[in-house]
């Protein structure tokens, strides 16, 4: 999803805390220092972290500013690298029946569990050298101005990371606003929600 096209899903934060002012100097180098690592040539499953908001691969920010006005922009990157079941599945019984029949030269009846555990071991991480991971992005639009953070994804477990990710390079908390959220801060007494009753229209 992208803020750039004509419609998109995002979910919104408000910061829940005073933003010092020694922390908008520091924007960049914190982004920086938890930016986004590639791992195309390594085994790893997955990968996350800050990329520039209008290039996913300008891991340094060096071409792309994120300053925009009053707004901040970056994006949170997502690389996952995923074996498909059944290719592993038949890269494990073919090395159990190479090995099986290593065996029966040698006198033995059987593999055992420990072997079969790190055969399947010893296959998956060959296999994952051979799969590349998969990118993702969710680009994030930060209103310094009104302390509102915006990302671009509705998905739980991509805003639990990315809250995570934020906490971690920002050291500010944030909270999801939610439309009763939203409504508390919008009227003057927003302890006069509470007892408001649903109005029965038929």
């Known amino acids: 999803m992208s803020f750039l096209k004509s419609s998109t899903s995002f979910t919104r934060f408000r910061i829940s805390e005073p933003v010092p002012a020694t922390l908008w100097p520091e924007v960049v180098d914190r982004l920086r220092r938890n930016g986004f690592t590639d791992i195309d040539e390594l085994p790893e499953d997955r990968s996350f972290g800050w990329t520039a908001f209008e290039d996913i691969l300008d891991l340094g920010f060096s071409a792309n500013p994120v300053e925009k006005g009053h707004y901040l922009a970056f994006c949170l990157r997502l690389d996952t690298r995923r074996v498909p079941p059944a290719v592993l599945?038949?890269?494990?019984?073919?090395?159990?029946?190479?090995?099986?029949?290593?065996?029966?030269?040698?006198?033995?009846k059987f593999v055992s569990r420990e072997r079969r555990k790190e055969i399947r071991e010893q296959v998956e991480l060959s296999l994952k050298r051979r799969f590349l991971p998969i990118p993702a992005y969710f680009e994030v639009i930060w209103n310094t101005a009104e302390s509102l953070v915006y990302v671009a994804s509705s998905q739980q477990k991509i805003l639990d990371?990315?809250?995570?990710?934020?906490?971690?390079?920002?050291?500010?908390?944030?909270?999801?606003?939610?439309?009763?959220?939203?409504a508390q801060r919008l009227v003057k007494d927003g302890a006069a929600l509470d007892a408001l009753e649903a109005t029965q229209f038929a």
């Not at 990371?161 to 939203?182: M, R, W």
């Open 89 to 108: 599945k038949k890269h494990v019984a073919v090395a159990l029946k190479k090995e099986e029949a290593q065996n029966r030269e040698m006198g033995k």
């Open 161 to 182: 990371l990315f809250e995570e990710c934020f906490v971690k390079t920002f050291e500010l908390h944030i909270v999801p606003q939610s439309p009763y959220e939203l």
